[in-house]
């Protein structure tokens, strides 16, 4: 069984940085696109960056320039630099994988909210 395992968040001021992860575990033979989306209260789930297994990326106009994604495919592993954080930020954040065991399936992490004070 597939497990998206996330870490990191938690509370900073307003112009700080925060990182979170994302492990992926089980029987897993490849992964192809990782992705972070957040969603806010009373908001509906947004994309926030995304990354191929061969290192391309992608990000939300909201979080160009601020936020980093990248990931270690031999840990199954992707991360989330966020640096000048803004209150609109706050959400929780998800990871999302297309994870191939025996088909290809999308997976979804438990969610770690991220929380910026102004």
């Known amino acids: 069984q597939v497990r998206l395992v996330e870490s990191g968040g938690g509370l900073v001021q307003a112009g700080g940085s925060l990182s979170v992860s994302c492990a992926a575990s089980g029987n897993i033979h490849s992964i192809s696109a990782m992705e972070w989306y957040r969603q806010a209260p009373g908001r509906l789930r947004e994309l926030v960056a995304g990354i191929t297994n061969g290192g391309s990326t992608n990000y939300a106009d909201s979080v160009k320039g601020r936020f980093t994604i990248s990931r270690d495919n031999a840990k199954n592993t992707v991360w989330l630099q966020m640096n000048g954080l803004r209150p609109e930020d706050t959400a929780v954040y998800y990871c999302?994988?297309?994870?191939?065991?025996?088909?290809?399936?999308?997976?979804w992490g438990q969610g770690t909210q991220v929380t910026v004070s102004s």
């Open positions: 999302y994988a297309e994870i191939l065991t025996s088909t290809w399936q999308n997976y």
